[in-house]
């Protein structure tokens, strides 16, 4: 039992609870829209890129937070109640990051507790380059061609582990999923590897031997020897034999189709 004066240690309770929300992050997302039939010819979507997709926005789920206020009291002991107020505290606790906060001022004490979230739930960004290798459309003609681009690009870690990709597009930054270590989507190559002096150097010299082999190939096709070139491609080693196309279907009439030899 206490002796007279010594402090009285009161139960704390809880006299308010906050809820902390995790700033949600918009991401955008690319959905394949099906080809109809008659958008087909010989079998191929002849649709434009930009009909091919759809644009839909999702945003990461929500996080809430619970943050409990707790007043603390210790009293001294008399003889009877009401026992003299010795002191008065608060206590600011959030059990699932195990974070504890104790003062007298509540206003500080939110936005102390608000700021250990905030860097908590920060998203973590580190600078990589996003890698493409894109098939260029020819406007004048028959043929093909390449492009292999090299972008500054942040990939994001959130809070849970989920990583995305910010990229600057037009006049902000634009944040989407982050498309993986590599990816084959709708014919774009994609690679992300870290940005840092190695890689860079060697995506510099990447590029600097294919603009070796296109001089190659415009040495192929020179007026004087374009002829016999085309004529013996099984000697140019430069440019492998392509494999055999898949068989396209061939209506021949009503109700009956044939497989056509490519």
């Known amino acids: 039992m206490a002796k007279l004066g010594e402090s009285r240690n009161l139960p704390k309770k809880l006299v308010d609870t906050w809820t902390y929300k995790v700033k949600d992050v918009e991401i955008e997302r690319l959905d394949y829209v099906p080809c109809d039939e008659d958008e087909r010819v010989g079998g191929v979507d002849e649709r434009d890129e930009a009909d091919k997709t759809k644009l839909r ?16 009291k210790q009293t001294e002991q008399s ?6 107020l010795h002191s008065v505290a608060l206590k600011v606790e959030c059990p699932e990051l195990n974070l504890r ?3 007298t ?12 979230l905030d860097d908590k739930f920060a998203i973590t960004w580190e600078e990589y380059y996003l890698v493409e290798v894109n098939r260029t459309r ?11 681009t090299y972008d500054n690009v ?13 990229q600057w597009k037009g006049h902000d930054y634009r944040i989407s999923v982050w498309p993986g270590a590599f990816k084959d989507e709708h014919g ?24 070796v082999l296109r001089e190659k190939l415009a040495e192929f096709l020179r007026p004087e020897v374009i002829m016999e070139n085309l004529a013996n491609l099984s000697g140019f080693s430069l440019l492998p034999p392509a ?12 109700g009956v189709v044939e497989a056509e030899e490519a």
């Open 154 to 166: 942040y990939k994001g870690t959130t809070f849970d582990g989920k990583n995305l990709l910010k």
């Open 57 to 72: 926005k999702e945003r990461i789920r929500n996080k809430l937070v619970t943050v409990n206020v707790y007043m603390d």
């Open 138 to 148: 020819v406007y004048g003609g028959d043929g093909t061609g390449l492009e292999i």
């Open 243 to 254: 494999p055999p196309q898949p068989k396209q279907p061939r209506q021949i009439e009503a």
């Open 188 to 211: 774009k190559v994609k690679a992300c590897i870290p940005a840092n002096e190695d890689n860079r150097k060697a995506l510099k010299e990447f590029c600097r031997r294919v603009d």
């Open 105 to 116: 001022d509540i206003v500080a004490l939110k936005e102390a507790m608000w700021s250990m």
């Open 101 to 103: 906060l104790e003062g």
């Open 79 to 84: 003889e009877e109640p009401p026992h003299p």
